[in-house]
């Protein structure tokens, strides 16, 4: 049971789904109204625009740091099976997953964006824009525990386990803001976001230190870590409980709101800040450098705890098949039954202590370093771009290397190629923005195109295609109202 749950997550974790970072194939799309959230530097080719619900900006992003379907699916014989088939490779698996296994999602949903020229170099803009971020940590030892049986030694050997940096993240906000972009003189342009930040809901657990051994005879769980909540709720009723049990809570006083306006507000207030440059030594190059989202949100409707965990789980003695065998089918229900019982057991093992009511958390920052050349009056351009991601103590990198071509000002075609540590060689990217008159722009672009599919059989019912080589995938699309000027003549003039 438990490596088939493992094998639906790793399925589900690098081919489906929902990052705080726009495509970066947008950063060659110069006619896009949202090629500014790249580098707040950076003006639209419009003299203004208008986007909000539900046809503004949305981005969607899942991702991981390590796996691929190659990893988990194989022909074998002629014949596609996952993993846990008996002629599979498991340690082909394992070697794959890097010490700490990270699933990464984002979603953002542009509430409301408007953009105005003024003057002659200033470009000004206003948003409210709705961001939820989310993040899955698993460690090594647990893909090791689940693959290989959990007790690779039954004579009472050591079965050890490191399941350190466990842990889970969740955080969603809403940042209300404004934007201003000057250019200088032909060589520099400069630009700055200032936004508020509100936060609606932060959830993470996190265990710092986690150690399982594992007999045919019990199984312990030692470690430390800490869980951080905050919520909309009445944080009054929360008792200061030693041991996490939600069973020993109320709530009905918890959930029930006295007054509607006071739990709709807000969880956390902050701010954050983004700042951009773009220099052109000579006309045909740009070198442009930004960091977007740097700040902070502090939670006060909120609880932080430091955990324990001292368990024992005595449930793994002699396992008797027969036992859960009804008319000769095996009895799903009554296993599950019986470990949910053991587990509860653990959790009384569980112990916690409150530390502080309110905490500090960070959005999801991004550093985007760029340089790019451009042919023909615009018509061509080539380049690469570098994005470095900051999410709470976890850095990651990517560059992308891209180019677009650009036959008039309302058609811009961009193709792009990212380079990701431990990639699986299908990061191909695609981008086209569209403004064919005065009136509107369609923007589209996504990194990680899938190349390569694989079938999948579903219980014999049907057949799945699934990306085969592919660790994530992303999505910026949008739809502007724009005006001011006829985009078919307008050239862009610096």
């Known amino acids: ?28 799309m110069d006619n896009s109204p949202i090629r500014h959230l790249i580098n707040p530097a950076f003006q639209p080719v419009s003299e203004g625009y208008l986007s909000f619900l539900p046809l503004g900006y949305t981005h969607l992003e899942l991702g991981n740091n390590s796996l691929s379907m190659s990893d988990i699916i194989y022909n074998v014989n002629g014949n596609t099976v996952t ?121 993470s657990a996190t265990m710092n230190s986690l150690t399982l051994n594992a007999s045919a005879q019990q199984w312990t769980l030692n470690g430390f870590g800490q869980m951080m909540v905050a919520a909309p709720i009445n944080w009054d009723a929360v008792p200061d409980f030693q041991n996490l049990n939600p069973e020993n809570m109320n709530w009905e006083d918890i959930l029930t709101q006295e007054s509607l306006i006071k739990y709709v507000l807000p969880s956390g207030y902050g701010m954050a800040a983004d700042l951009g440059v773009v220099y052109r030594p000579i006309t045909q190059l740009e070198i442009t ?31 008797e098949y027969s036992h859960y065998v009804v008319n000769g089918e095996f009895n799903t229900d009554s296993l599950l039954s019986d470990v949910r019982t053991n587990l509860r057991a653990i959790a009384q093992d569980v112990h916690t202590r409150q530390n502080s009511p309110g905490f500090v958390t960070m959005p999801t920052a991004n550093v985007n370093v760029g340089l790019n050349a451009n042919f023909m009056d615009r018509l061509l351009s080539v380049g690469v771009v570098s994005n470095t991601r900051i999410k709470g103590n976890r850095v990651s990198e990517e560059v992308t290397l891209g180019g677009a071509v650009r036959p008039c000002n309302w058609f811009n075609l961009a193709l792009s190629y990212s380079f990701i540590d431990n ?72």
């Open 1 to 28: 049971m438990k490596t088939r749950a493992l094998i639906i997550t790793l399925l589900l974790g690098v081919s489906l789904g929902i990052s705080a970072q726009p495509s970066a194939t947008l950063y060659w």
């Open 83 to 203: 993993a846990l088939h008996p002629d599979a490779d498991r340690r082909k698996l394992l070697n794959a997953i890097r010490p700490t296994w990270s699933m990464n999602g984002d979603v953002q949903l542009n509430l409301i964006r408007f953009g105005s020229q003024l003057g002659e170099a200033g470009y000004f803009h206003i948003f409210a824009m709705a961001k939820v971020d989310e993040a899955i940590h698993l460690p090594h030892g647990m893909f090791d525990f689940a693959l290989n049986g959990g007790m690779q030694d039954l004579d009472g050997g050591d079965n050890r386990y490191s399941l350190s940096n466990l842990g889970t993240t969740l955080q969603a906000y809403t940042e209300v803001g404004a934007g201003y972009s000057h250019r200088i003189n032909e060589h520099w342009e400069v630009g700055g976001k200032l936004k508020f930040l509100m936060g609606s809901a932060y959830a």
């Open 423 to 494: 990639a699986k060689y299908s990061n191909f990217g695609a981008g086209i923005s569209l403004m064919p008159y005065d009136g509107i722009n369609l923007t589209l672009a996504a990194d990680y195109i899938p190349t390569c599919y694989v079938p999948l059989d579903i219980d014999g019912d049907y057949t799945a295609y699934l990306p085969y080589r592919s660790q994530g995938f992303n999505l910026s699309m949008g739809l502007s109202i724009v005006w001011g000027t006829n985009p078919k003549i307008k050239k862009v003039e610096f």
């Open 289 to 319: 450098a930004a960091i977007t989202d740097i700040g902070f949100i502090y939670w006060h409707k909120a609880r932080s705890y430091h955990v324990d965990v001292n368990a024992t789980y005595n449930g793994v003695g002699s396992f």
